[in-house]
């Protein structure tokens, strides 16, 4: 089989945290015979794994190194400290970075948020991805902030999180290649973006229907006539019938 006889498929890559299977769903509803390949990837490597063609599209996270990549934000995730659940963190419904002061806050080589200063006492070593961080954090070496999703997907009996109102937060996007706009691409977003299947967007416009006309057979209805004036002239009325002559007197 040449290569031109190859069924079309489009291969997206997704980073830990990011559930695509809605996206999926409705891609295989609506293009059947296009097969869609997930492949799971690190958030540091998914912007290489799309920029070298490994994958048509990433759902990624956000800040990233964009060169040579267009990127659509869908949505900012909540960050959350990681904390045991005898933890003081969990007896409150939230936190800020101030509340941590105290603690040894765990910054694994993978992290995805982008700090100006890292809150709490550093570790004395960092762990080399969040998994192992989480790990760390039920041991009760210290505690962890990632985004809420990567605590989802990391979950453990003995843990619970809490949201940190001022820490940085992470964006998922969807990327591609800036000269890789392809037609499967164009369809995926529109997934992404919640369009509808009969979604005209990016199609042209239908041309008005033409306004019909009349024949060269067709006849004007013709006016109606005059009505003829009456003697006396118009607008008078008619005068009574003949002129009744007088009575005559019986002899």
Known sequence: ???SDTPPSFRLAYVPGVTPGKWVRIWHERLPGVPLDLAGVSAAEAPDVVRSGGADAGLVRLPMDRTGLSAIPLYTETTVVVVPKDHLVAAVEEVSTGDLADEVVL???DDTLEWERLPGRPA??????????VELVAAGVGVLVVPQSLARLHH???LTYRPVTDAPESRVALSWR???????VEQ???IVRGRTVNSTRGRPAPAPAPTA????????????KAMPRRAGGA??????????GKPRRRS
């Open 1 to 3: 089989m040449t290569g």
């Open 235 to 244: 607008g008078k009325p008619a005068k009574g019938g003949a002129k009744r």
């Open 188 to 190: 995926f977003i529109g």
């Open 178 to 184: 800036e000269d890789e706009t392809t037609d499967l």
């Open 107 to 109: 910054h694994p080589l």
């Open 124 to 133: 004395i070593e960092r762990p080399a991805t969040t998994e192992d961080a």
């Open 213 to 224: 006309k009349p024949t060269s057979k067709a006849k004007s209805k013709p006016a109606p």
């Open 156 to 158: 453990r009996k003995d």
